[in-house]
């Protein structure tokens, strides 16, 4: 049974970096794309960006300038990293599978900017 | 970047009832359109893929259709545990935007 498991810290400084790491289990890394997503409390999705073995990866344009996505096949593992964050970066952060239609999500790791 | 809008925000139904959800794009996505169910404290789990492809293991009372800009989800016959947050997401043009969503409640 495929899992993905995220991990990281819950609470980060303003203007600190945010970086979460997702583990899949149950099956192979490499054939798929993978993707972040995040949802402030209490409001709706947003698409952060996603990841791919042989692309370079894509990203909202509204973080582009603060965000990083890779993958480590060797530890079946992808990462976000979130940088200079605020208050407005709070948020339940999802790593799922897929690109378009995303068939398989984790958990959600919620990550709260705060001093 | 494409704008979705789904109607109604807010629908509360009695168990059995026909429950049509629609989401609108701002320009044409064909079918690259794609449904999500979440319940509360739970992640997303994927509905519809492009707009009227069944997922294994999601009942068929669950169905999607529309091309275009005008898609719809209906649920047929709901059933208490479809009280749940319905999002619509578009897949056909970066950046990818979801709908902000149709909460549906159980009368």
């Known amino acids: 049974q495929v899992q993905l498991q995220g991990s990281g810290p819950t609470l980060v400084k303003p203007s600190e970096t945010l970086s979460l790491t997702c583990t899949v289990s149950g099956d192979s890394i490499r054939p798929y794309y993978w993707s972040w997503i995040r949802q402030p409390p209490g409001k709706g999705l947003e698409w952060i960006g996603y990841?791919?073995?042989?692309?370079?990866?894509t990203y909202n344009p509204s973080l582009k300038t603060r965000v990083t996505i890779s993958m480590d096949t060797s530890k079946s593992q992808f990462s976000l990293k979130l940088t200079s964050v605020t208050a407005a970066d709070t948020a339940v952060y999802y790593c799922?599978?897929?690109?378009?239609?995303?068939?398989?999500w984790g958990k959600g790791t919620t990550v709260t900017v705060s001093s | 970047e494409i704008v979705l809008t789904q109607s109604p925000d807010f629908q509360s139904v009695t168990p059995k009832e026909k429950v049509t959800i629609t989401c609108r794009a701002s320009?044409?996505?064909?079918?690259?359109l794609h449904w999500y169910q979440q319940k509360p404290d739970q992640s997303p789990k994927l509905l519809i893929k492009?707009?009227?492809q069944s997922i294994s293991g999601v009942p068929s009372r669950f169905s999607g259709s529309g091309s275009g800009t005008d898609f719809t989800l209906t649920i047929n016959g709901l059933e208490a545990e479809d009280a749940a947050a319905y999002y619509c997401h578009q897949t056909s043009t970066l950046p990818f935007t979801f709908g902000p969503g149709t909460k549906v409640d159980i009368k």
């Open positions: 990841v791919f073995t042989s692309e370079s990866p």
């Open positions: 492009f707009a009227s």
């Open positions: 320009q044409s996505i064909g079918s690259i």
């Open positions: 799922a599978r897929g690109h378009r239609d995303m068939d398989l």
